[in-house]
């Protein structure tokens, strides 16, 4: 009864680059000197590092983008 739980055996590695800090940055201090808005930077900043650790630790967490062109759908 109910539903098992199958074991997913691939292996995948998610290698994070230099650009996403820098980019990272970019937003935020973007929103809090730009904006005006530090504390919602604050926010949005640990918000996507959030997001990011979730993909790390499971990066078949959300499903694929439709309108992005990948290796499987070319």
Do not use: W
Not at 12 to 38: C, G
């Amino acid at each position: 009864m109910g539903r098992k739980k199958t074991e997913d055996t691939k292996q995948y590695t998610l290698d994070i680059s230099e650009n996403y800090f820098q980019n990272l940055e970019e937003i935020v201090d973007y929103i809090a000197f730009e904006k005006h808005q530090p504390l919602n930077a604050i926010k949005i900043g640990n918000g996507i590092n959030k997001t990011m650790n979730k993909i790390i630790e499971n990066p078949l967490i959300y499903s694929e983008c439709e309108n992005l062109p990948t290796k499987s759908k070319i």
